[in-house]
């Protein structure tokens, strides 16, 4: 979030025209805006698709119970703000395209938080939260494939399922090779770009067929491909690709900015949808699910605790960036509207969520709720 402030500032500076310029320059048939958001973010989606299928079959998402309630409160944190937004934007049908942007948790700055707050959060919170947003990432996941794809292309559509079947075929036959399947996942990456899927799919679909081989008592097996992929991405992704899409999609010119222009119904619809939409959804979907008897709350932890759980997934800043820029590809006015709505509902959740975790009492004992 630090380098978007940074991409806004040289945005509203002297440097703006070669900001805009640089991000505009086409680079072998591709502006290098699509560079960033089509290519370098395919690998955040193969990152989070590493992640998804660790998660459900070697992780915390391994079995039902303990998918219950991570599952109720991502779709219910999710539909929450949907409706917020809808409601905002009830009157424009071109608006409404914007429905799915503040849907999405952002994982790795909400953990940051989380990190911050050290040992005044339960264990049990941060590995409920991280839950919650891998699911989360999965419904982002789903919804851009089925509701932000461009005319489809049926034969390279066929090319790119073509490749997809061999790179499930060497899963099968033991294949664990991570060149083959990185030599591969290019080429079922440039398919999917002219097929009229968004191109960043073919990092989940590509991380779906790289082995992982459960091992029992040993999660962090550091021999699974798997494993080892997501180890040798993570830090890219973390330290150069979220930042630079961060800093190449923040930017937002503040010039001739008005009242009017901040009480946009896109901006409210995004602002409102992460800041009240995640918590109320969230909040409610965990207390209903407790009090029926339907799962257990984490444990160790106090009703305030998960409250302020629920209104940090409010932070939902890099998916909720890039959906705003596949729901609006052609204006760049409700572009900016996004951008300012999902910058306010991120930062307002961060500094509440983080207060309300700092100051909630915690309850010692295994089972707290």
Known sequence: MTVSAIGLLVANAASAPVYFGILKTYVGGLSVLHWVNDALMAVFFLLVGLEIKRELIDGQLASWPRRILPGIAAAAGMAAPAAIYIALNAGSAETLRGWAIPAATDIAFALGVLALLGSRVPVSLKIFLTALAILDDLGAVLIIALFYTADLSLQWLGLAGVVLVVLAGFNRAGVTSLVI???????????????????????????????????????????????????????????????????????????????????????????????????????????????????????????????????????????????????????????????????????????????????APSKRGRRAL
């Open 181 to 359: 399947y990185l030599l591969l996942g290019s080429v079922l990456w440039f398919f999917v770009l002219k097929s009229g899927v968004h191109a960043t799919l073919a990092g989940v679909a590509l991380a779906l067929t790289v082995p992982l081989r459960p091992s029992p008592g040993l999660p962090d097996n550091p021999a699974s491909p798997l494993h080892r992929l997501e180890h040798a991405i993570h830090p890219w992704v973390a330290f150069l690709i979220v930042p630079l899409f961060g800093f190449a999609n923040a930017g937002v010119s503040l010039s001739g900015m008005s009242a009017a222009a901040l009480l946009h119904p896109v901006t409210l619809g995004v602002a409102s949808g992460l800041f009240f939409g995640k918590q109320v959804g969230i909040f409610l979907s965990i207390w209903a699910t407790v009090k029926l008897g339907l799962a257990h709350g984490p444990d160790g932890s106090s009703w305030p605790q998960v409250y302020g759980i629920s209104v940090l997934a409010g932070v939902g800043f890099t998916m909720s960036l890039f959906v705003g820029m596949l729901a609006f590809p052609a204006s760049p006015e409700l572009q900016d509207a996004v951008k300012v709505g999902v910058l306010a509902g991120s930062l307002i959740s961060a500094i509440v969520g983080m207060l309300v975790l700092r100051l």
